[in-house]
């Protein structure tokens, strides 16, 4: 299409942007909210599911060249950034402070964990993943995406874990045989 196409169904760049980040990004946030609202398990488990499905979104090609194309043009659009800021970046860390909270309430997580968690999961799951698109064919040595995943997870979950609190995720339990007439 032509560049004034797109003036028939946006009055500016601004509505154009808003409109690829309300379809692309913020529908994301739906279940994930859902999630969190249903889950009735320990706040370790819902951090990690919640990881999982925002790691399936920015696994994506589209989503990482999306990443890359708002960190790009915020500055240039001041209605826009504020646009970003109150309705993803808050949004994402309301529902990630949520977890957070139900994890400090619990005794699972420190204290800090609402501070340290909305910010810092949200940026290692977009880094992770916008390095892998830009330079994974060059670093050979990089784990498989899950890996990767899975480490980062597993370090926010140890690092935000309250001293003295136990793992509330159970590893598979193994039988032990014992010899018959023992």
Request: aromatic share 8%.
């Amino acid at each position: 299409v032509s560049k004034g196409t797109v003036y028939l169904y946006f009055a500016s760049k601004d509505d154009l942007f808003r409109a690829v980040v309300e379809q692309q990004v913020i529908a994301l946030f739906e279940p994930a909210e859902r999630m969190a609202h249903a889950h009735a398990g320990s706040a370790s488990a819902l951090l990690t599911k919640v990881v999982h499905l925002m790691w399936g979104a920015m696994s994506q090609r589209e989503m990482v060249c999306l990443a890359r194309l708002v960190q790009a043009e915020l500055t240039h659009f001041p209605e826009v950034r504020q646009f970003f800021f109150q309705n993803v970046i808050l949004r994402h860390r309301r529902l990630l402070h949520g977890i957070a909270l139900r994890g400090v309430t619990s005794g699972e997580f420190r204290r800090e964990a609402t501070t340290i968690i909305p910010r810092m999961v949200p940026a290692l799951v977009m880094q992770l993943n916008q390095f892998r698109f830009l330079f994974g064919d060059l670093d050979t040595g990089a784990p498989a995406p899950e890996r990767m995943r899975d480490a980062m997870l597993l370090m926010v979950l140890e690092g935000s874990r309250k001293p003295g609190a136990r793992a509330r995720a159970r590893a598979p339990s193994r039988r032990r045989r014992t010899k018959r007439g023992s």
